[in-house]
């Protein structure tokens, strides 16, 4: 199989194992590393790995100096590192460091952390960054186990994803070991070092957050071991021994990321309300597809994301009720229409399968493999009924753990076991055509309607009130404020902030719908509060959201460029890259040194 964003050949041989020695250097904004490559076979001729911006030091084979050089820069794809005279060996020693502007890494000032006493560093490697921290195979074709040593100053602790195998100190530094026993594609390696502690929630789950928030945090997350064992009775066991839970500072681009024994999540899911747990239920669902059963290039992303958010929705279901996760199904169409309209530049990104050469993963990251990819699976399950449909899943599951699927083994792999489904759900259409789905499932939902209700009369003229939606979802609440006009009148918008208590939120999710139709009615009272969400919330689907109406709009094009360059430097370097472009694209000049 090809992947376009791979510049490693394949046909040489397959990365098997890595043992890595890694030393954060926080002056300098580095990482060195030592890493000896195991592949699955010697290697007979010169071998290409991914590698961007990496300053190799020496590479050496079987005792002996290993030449190399670089070829093919690329500004998406980055270098292909030549390895030469590998001929016969099955083993090589690379040692260097990374960029100090490497996007792979988040370096933290302690001013930037919440507790604001130590510095903090953490990897977001998906989709094609993982190069940026060791030459590899940086495909999610390749899958190899890992043991790892992490050097950091004593006062620091190191986490990964993978197993804790101790630590030794010296001379005020530390060292800490791990293993990964399960072979994992290289954008899951995942590394975090700061002033962490730990708080168990089970024998084997738990929260690593700095101190001033791990009680919170366990508290949040307390439901996982729960999550864990409903999960198991419908897909099978969790293979991957623990799951814990990381709470990064704000500048972590995504609402969560499910590097395997240690989901990575923003410290906005901390509401005091467990209202987020929806995110540990999609980062837990990855432990089964994604981490387990991965998607083999990123045109194949849907096969992760489509599954799991189906995934997600089965919990809910399981956790909290057939209303609430009926509602969100109901909603998801909404969100997939409006996901499709923004896309009208991009009409090809409305497939669940589209050609991606020369194409950013994280520029093209978007709802509609989420979205369309679960409300698919829906259609199948619709179609054969839920039981066949668990069994073919666990099938699936099975088949394919800790391998690479395309979508075309997928589809071969569905046929086999559900006869004739073809002739039932118009499988190709809804993988290779653009747009909304043919037919999607039909689900109703009663707070869905309560939604529908008062949607319909602010549209004849009537504004919601208080009583109006006293009792509401956050849910219903930010689905009625995502699918407003992207117009509507200050004395419109004053009149929601009034119902819904808008100034008085504290829920990221909410305000992030809101922000935009205020900063685009005028509501320049709300300015002092948008200053305050962007310093503390880094999720990039926000942000995004945010900055556009920014710097879209007369009155806030300066205080779009103002706010940016003040926040710029506590953003994670994917969204900067994305944020830049969003203000560059409205004629405001962001320089990149910022």
């Not at 990964?160 to 399960?182: D, I």
């Not at 083999?296 to 994301?305: G, K």
């Not at 990221?508 to 962007?534: C, D, E, F, Q």
Request: charge should be positive; hydrophobic fraction near 40%; include cysteine.
């Amino acid at each position: 199989m090809r992947d376009v964003h791979s510049r490693s050949s394949l046909g040489q041989g397959r990365i098997r194992h890595l043992s890595i020695r890694l030393r954060p250097d926080f002056d300098q904004t580095t990482i060195h590393f030592r890493a000896q490559y195991t592949m699955d076979r010697p290697v007979r001729r010169d071998l290409h790995l991914d590698a961007r911006d990496i300053h190799l030091d020496r590479a050496r084979s079987r005792g002996a100096r290993l030449s190399f050089d670089y070829d093919q820069d690329d500004p998406l794809l980055g270098q292909r590192l030549v390895l030469h005279d590998l001929d016969g060996s099955d083993q090589f020693v690379l040692e260097g460091k990374c960029s100090p502007t490497a996007s792979a890494l988040q370096w933290l000032t302690p001013q930037m952390t919440t507790g604001g006493l130590q510095p903090f560093l953490y990897t977001q490697c998906q989709a094609i960054h993982a190069r940026c921290l060791f030459p590899c195979q940086d495909t999610p074709g390749v899958r190899f186990t890992f043991d790892a040593e992490v050097e950091t100053p004593d006062r620091l602790t190191a986490v990964m994803g993978a197993a804790f195998r101790g630590k030794t100190g010296r001379k005020g530094l530390q060292a800490f070991r791990f293993r990964m026993p399960q072979p994992i594609p290289s954008y899951l390696f995942a590394l975090a070092v700061g002033d962490l502690q730990f708080r168990p929630t089970s024998e084997r789950c738990g929260v690593f957050a700095e101190p001033v928030l791990a009680d919170s945090a366990a508290w949040e997350f307390a439901r996982a071991e729960e999550m864990i064992q409903i999960a198991e009775s419908m897909y099978g066991p969790y293979l991957w021994d623990r799951y814990d839970i990381l709470v990064l500072p704000k500048g972590f681009p995504w609402g969560g990321m499910e590097n395997p024994r240690l989901t990575f999540l923003t410290p906005s899911t901390l509401a005091g309300t467990r209202d987020f747990d929806g995110t540990v239920m999609h980062e837990l669902g990855h432990a089964w597809t994604g981490n387990l059963v991965t998607n083999a290039t990123w045109e194949d992303f849907w096969l992760n994301e489509g599954w799991t958010t189906y995934i997600q929705i089965r919990l809910r279901e399981a956790i909290d009720g057939t209303e609430l996760a009926s509602f969100e199904r109901r909603w998801s169409t909404d969100l997939l229409s409006a996901e499709i309209r923004r896309l009208k530049k991009h009409p090809e990104q409305t497939a669940l399968k589209f050609p991606m050469e020369g194409v950013d993963p994280d520029e093209a990251l978007s709802l509609v493999p989420y979205e369309k990819g679960a409300q698919f699976l829906f259609a199948i399950e619709q179609a054969v009924g839920r039981k066949r449909f668990d069994s073919f899943t666990r099938a699936y599951i099975r088949r394919f753990s800790f391998r690479p699927i395309t979508t075309d083994m997928f589809l071969r792999f569905l046929t086999s076991r559900l006869p004739g489904i073809g002739r039932r759900v118009p499988l190709r259409t809804w993988i290779y055509h653009r747009g909304l789905p043919p037919s999607p499932p039909r689900v109703t939902s009663h707070l869905y309607r309560q939604v529908r209700t008062i949607q319909n009369r602010f549209k004849a003229g009537v504004l919601p009130t208080r009583p109006d939606v006293s009792g509401w979802d956050w849910r219903q609440t930010s689905m009625f404020l995502d699918t407003l006009p992207d117009q509507v009148s200050l004395n419109e918008c004053l009149a929601i902030e009034e119902a819904f208590a808008l100034k008085e939120s504290k829920n990221y999710a909410v305000l992030g719908y809101y922000y935009p139709h205020a900063i685009r009615a005028g509501n320049k009272g709300a300015l002092p509060r948008i200053r305050s969400y962007l310093l503390k919330v880094g999720g990039l689907y926000f942000l995004r959201l945010v900055y556009t109406a920014l710097s879209a709009t007369a009155w806030s094009r300066e205080e779009a460029l103002q706010l940016y360059t003040e926040n710029r430097p506590t953003y994670h370097p994917i969204t900067q890259g994305i944020v830049d472009k969003i203000l560059n694209e409205a004629g405001l000049r962001v320089a990149s040194e910022v």
